[in-house]
């Protein structure tokens, strides 16, 4: 393994410039912390670019066979150059760079299929848990329109807990991605407080988009205007909405509750 102690280094420099939305897209990859984070990756066959461990550092065996077999892209770092490049107060020390790997539309839409799609979702924890939380109830893919948050935003990468590893995830325009799944049968329904329906008398047959909003505006007119169907989660207290991450969790199992009692 080589070893680098500056962070004047050619590489950590380059590194460096993975903390920004600029340099993550310039390069087509993005920076993870911590083990279980980088174990996730190296399990789900990401494309590693560089693996950075501390000397001190105590590599776990699942660590040490990616170290083995490819040495070129591993290296021993300074505590001062993973201090540099994490984002948490107490690093683990280590730290990997991955390639982007982009997923297709086409591959995710089936019969029957349940796809989340996610309209300027903006605080980088509630896009983390939706993903967490999408994968957690098997959902087929995540799409991500405008105006949500960077997925590679260091705390979405975190909250996550490696289910971006798991699971497609699309960017694109929300409309544009809707009329081609329309093309596939799948019909779309909104959390929305208007014209809406409880969740619950809805029912999730068929190829479904299910479709998420802003946490303060909720979902855009325009898309809303392309959901066939629009459901509400009644509040019984006196809390005034819900949180995206939760309403999302709410109604992806209320659609995978219903097909499993017809299965």
């Known amino acids: 393994m080589e070893k680098i102690e500056s962070i004047n280094n050619t590489k950590v420099k380059e590194w460096i410039k993975l903390q920004t939305k600029k340099g993550r897209e310039k390069t087509g990859?993005?920076?993870?912390?911590?083990?279980?984070?980088?174990?996730?990756?190296?399990?789900c066959g990401a494309d590693v670019q560089a693996l950075l461990v501390t000397e001190d550092y105590a590599v776990p065996p699942s660590i040490e066979i990616f170290i083995q077999t490819k040495p070129s892209v591993s290296f021993t770092v300074s505590e001062a150059i993973i201090k540099k490049l994490s984002e948490t107060e107490a690093p683990q020390g280590i730290i990997a760079v991955i390639k982007?790997?982009?997923a297709e539309l086409d591959p995710l839409l089936v019969d029957n299929?349940?796809?989340?799609?996610l309209d300027a979702i903006q605080d980088p924890g509630n896009l983390g848990t939706i993903i967490r939380t999408?994968?957690?109830a098997g959902v087929d893919g995540v799409i991500l329109g405008k105006g949500t948050v960077d997925l590679y935003n260091s705390?979405?990468?975190r909250?996550?807990?490696g289910s971006l590893f798991h699971l497609p995830i699309i960017p694109g325009d929300l409309l544009s991605i809707m009329e081609k799944m329309q093309q596939y049968g799948y019909t779309f329904l909104a959390a929305s407080l208007e014209e809406a329906v409880p969740y619950d008398h809805?029912?999730?047959?068929?190829?479904?988009?299910?479709?998420?909003?802003n946490e303060g505006n909720g979902v855009?007119?325009?898309?809303?205007?392309a959901c066939s169907n629009k459901v509400k989660i009644p509040i019984f207290g006196q809390a005034e909405s819900l949180n995206a991450g939760i309403a999302a969790g709410i109604l992806l199992y209320e659609a995978v509750r219903q097909r499993k009692l017809r299965s």
Do not use: C, N, R, W
């Open 29 to 43: 990859s993005f920076l993870i912390e911590g083990e279980h984070l980088v174990e996730e990756a190296i399990h």
């Open 100 to 102: 982007f790997q982009p």
């Open 113 to 117: 299929g349940i796809i989340l799609l």
């Open 134 to 136: 999408a994968d957690a």
């Open 155 to 157: 705390k979405v990468i």
């Open 159 to 161: 909250s996550t807990m």
């Open 202 to 213: 809805h029912v999730y047959d068929g190829a479904i988009g299910i479709v998420i909003g």
């Open 220 to 225: 855009s007119q325009a898309v809303l205007q």
